[in-house]
């Protein structure tokens, strides 16, 4: 079946810039999570949703990125006035129930770049 | 969630079993040992988990010490394909956030 798919799969962006990548999990999947990988390291948490509510936001990284997920599939990252440090591959991963600790099904990521 | 130590990198050859080490000195009774890898270009991809018994599917085995201080991730026959970075998690089953590190750049060599 179809795996989680992101969009754009790039996207070069002028410093203070908005941008918003998408991200369509497995269906019927509760549970999507966001991340972050910059060059050369793993993927740091962003933030997690079960169905349409946001758990846990804790790894955002300034009030300029906000994630949403209205009817519990798709989701959308949104970064307000991007920065050269916003660069780095986002990924999206979903979940089937969310039960913590349950396989989580990356997508292949969107990678950002700010000039 | 308990830190875990891998190597920076390894090689590999192809055709023969390899043995990727993980320590995490401080894991709690709680914690489970998963295994993710990232071919170069996609996203994360899930291995195996296990909490305290050896655990095998189709893609690898997982080795825990009868301490849980330290793992074995054993890819049984190493092909080109597996060539990857693979990341060693400690986390809670509750817990929702993993935590990547830097992984171990495993290359497999023909």
């Known amino acids: 079946g179809a795996g989680v798919s992101q969009s754009p799969r790039y996207k070069v962006a002028k410093r203070g810039q908005d941008v918003a990548l998408r991200c369509d999990p497995i269906?019927?999947?509760?549970?999507l999570f966001w991340y972050q990988q910059a060059l050369g390291q793993g993927p740091e948490f962003l933030t997690y949703f079960q169905n349409e509510a946001q758990l846990d936001k804790s790894g955002l990284p300034s009030d300029r990125f906000f994630a949403e997920r209205p009817e519990g599939s798709v989701s959308t990252l949104k970064i307000q006035r991007t920065q050269q440090e916003d660069s780095a591959v986002y990924l999206c991963a979903s979940s089937l129930e969310g039960q913590g600790g349950e396989t989580q099904y990356f997508g292949p990521g969107t990678r950002l770049l700010v000039l | 969630d308990a830190k875990t130590t891998q190597p920076t990198s390894m090689d590999c050859a192809e055709g023969r079993a390899a043995n990727l080490p993980c320590n995490h000195s401080t894991i709690s009774g709680n914690e489970y040992v998963y295994w993710y890898r990232q071919i170069h270009s996609q996203g994360p991809q899930y291995i195996i988990h296990?909490?305290?018994n050896n655990e095998t599917n189709e893609m690898a085995s997982l080795i825990i010490t009868e301490d849980r201080k330290s793992s074995t991730l054993i890819l049984p026959h190493a092909t080109l394909r597996d060539t990857a970075v693979y990341y060693c998690?400690?986390?809670?089953?509750?817990?929702?956030?993993?935590?990547f590190g830097k992984g171990n750049q495993v290359v497999v060599i023909p």
């Open positions: 296990g909490l305290k």
């Open positions: 269906s019927g999947h509760v549970s």
């Open positions: 998690i400690a986390a809670r089953y509750g817990n929702n956030r993993l935590a």
